[in-house]
């Protein structure tokens, strides 16, 4: 588990942030808090931290007088910044003096959270590898280079004998000194296996995995992400791969149209589409994370419409898949569900597809109305709303009520902004009418509410 250390002044904000944050499935557990540098500095004296993730204005000492010296004093440690608005000027100083990420409190709804979590753990892992590769700087290249993924809770697995590796990634070791013989006596040991993975590299001229070792993990990572199946154990990149990699050549356009195409939701609907658009995936060689966070994204709505139509399975395990053919695999089994379930719907698919985008939508921007999401979907507003009821089994008013409601929640659990603001952030202008529905739906005022939160701890 990644130990980690909340520092934010406030004390209502920090209850917040560790109940109602799903730490533990990103492998994070929060071994401590404090109210602001000077005290963060205390604990890490005696405990054992991993991960800061501080505040950028407290009393005492700032979060980015912090970072800089965890930086200077406890280099190992990892920092990710806790910020109540999107203040680029400041994210980019703290990034400058380290921080890998950065938390922005009032965007911490359910999707969100997992996409930050998921990002701020990917970007741990990275560095980890960078870590791995740093000490090997004046190590002999052999220009083999092994890749043995195994769960992450596995030790270095017994076939790679005695030779000398270096953990570059969960699940993942580099070896730089292969002779041939040692590489045919590991091939022949992996051959069968359904747990490990070698890759070579081949042609090489000069020493791309020291200069290059920024693209050496993505690079790995894609070729079996695209090209891997549970059958195959060994592959090869080229040198050159890895120097495409470093470069940034892919075709960043036809990687723009893959995700647009992911999220116009047609692949759902039209056999072809979604036959190019697996192919086209595979040949942009986009982002794996930001594609599966397209992939996701685009089919939680449907829980909406089709909440026993939707693989559970591959909603809990969707960044777990190793393979691009296993997420195939289960897309196919959710485009024949999701069919089925709109042929029993009296709309055409263009009409259900159009609905399930205004649900997306409203999950995260919830300060929207019925008007402009229809004009969204190029639909009137009456037939929108007689839409969405049919489909959801909700009335439109009471749907969005009920993501205002819990993104007000929100807001009063994780941060210590006014009322009046908490009221214009889920689209209430009216700060009074805001409290009587808040007091309608969940029994509390606002004020009371968040009151009762910070004594009790209970999560919203």
């Not at 602001?36 to 501080?54: F, S």
């Not at 995260?364 to 004009?375: F, G, I, K, P, T």
């Not at 941060?415 to 009418?433: H, L, R």
């Amino acid at each position: 588990m990644i130990k980690a250390l909340i520092v934010d002044d406030e004390k209502l904000v920090r209850k917040g942030l560790i109940t109602t944050t799903p730490w533990a499935r990103f492998g994070i557990e929060i071994v401590g808090e404090a109210s602001n540098g000077k005290a963060a500095l205390a604990y890490l004296r005696n405990h054992e931290v991993d991960l800061l993730i501080a505040d950028l204005t407290m009393p005492v000492m700032g979060g980015l007088e912090l970072m800089r010296r965890v930086k200077q004093q406890y280099p190992s440690v990892w920092s990710v910044v806790l910020t109540c608005h999107q203040e680029f000027e400041h994210i980019q100083e703290s990034m400058r003096v380290g921080a890998i990420d950065y938390i922005v409190k009032t965007q911490l709804e359910k999707e969100s959270v997992e996409k930050v979590l998921s990002r701020i753990t990917g970007r741990i892992r990275m560095e980890e590898a960078h870590r791995a590769i740093a000490p090997v700087r004046e190590k002999k290249v052999g220009g083999i280079l092994v890749d043995l993924s195994v769960s992450p809770s596995q030790a270095l697995p017994e076939e790679s004998g005695t030779h000398r590796f270096l953990a570059v990634g969960v699940g993942m070791w580099l070896s730089l000194d292969w002779e041939e013989s040692q590489l045919k006596q590991l091939h022949q040991s992996l051959l069968g296996s359904t747990e490990l993975r070698l890759v070579i590299v081949t042609d090489m001229k000069d020493n791309p995995l020291l200069q290059h070792k920024k693209s050496l993990q993505a690079a790995v990572s894609a070729t079996l992400f695209f090209e891997g199946s549970v059958n195959q154990t060994v592959y090869e990149i080229s040198q050159q791969q890895l120097l495409n990699f470093h470069r940034g050549d892919r075709n960043e356009g036809m990687e723009s149209s893959v995700y647009q195409e992911w999220e116009a939701l047609h692949w759902v609907y039209q056999d072809a589409v979604f036959e190019k658009l697996l192919q086209d995936s595979k040949q942009s060689i986009p982002d794996r994370t930001r594609l599966l966070n397209i992939i996701y994204s685009s089919i939680c709505p449907w829980q909406e419409i089709f909440p026993e139509g939707i693989h559970r399975e591959y909603m809990k395990e969707c960044y777990a898949l190793f393979f691009w053919d296993d997420h195939v695999r289960f897309l196919e089994a959710i485009r024949n569900d999701l069919l089925k379930g709109m042929q029993a719907f009296p709309y055409s698919f263009e009409v259900i597809v159009s609905i399930v985008k205004a649900i997306g939508y409203m999950q995260q921007h919830v300060s929207v109305s019925r008007d402009e999401l229809a004009a969204l979907v190029f639909m009137s507003s009456g037939y929108f709303s007689e839409c969405f009821q049919m489909l959801t089994g909700k009335p439109f008013g009471k749907y969005l009520k009920e993501l205002r409601m819990a993104k007000a929640g929100k807001l009063l659990a994780l941060t210590s902004i006014p009322m009046y603001a908490v009221a214009s952030e889920v689209g209430y202008k009216d700060e009074k009418y805001f409290s009587k529905l808040f007091r309608d739906h969940t029994g509390q005022y606002p004020t009371d509410y968040r009151k009762n939160l910070l004594k009790s701890g209970d999560a919203w």
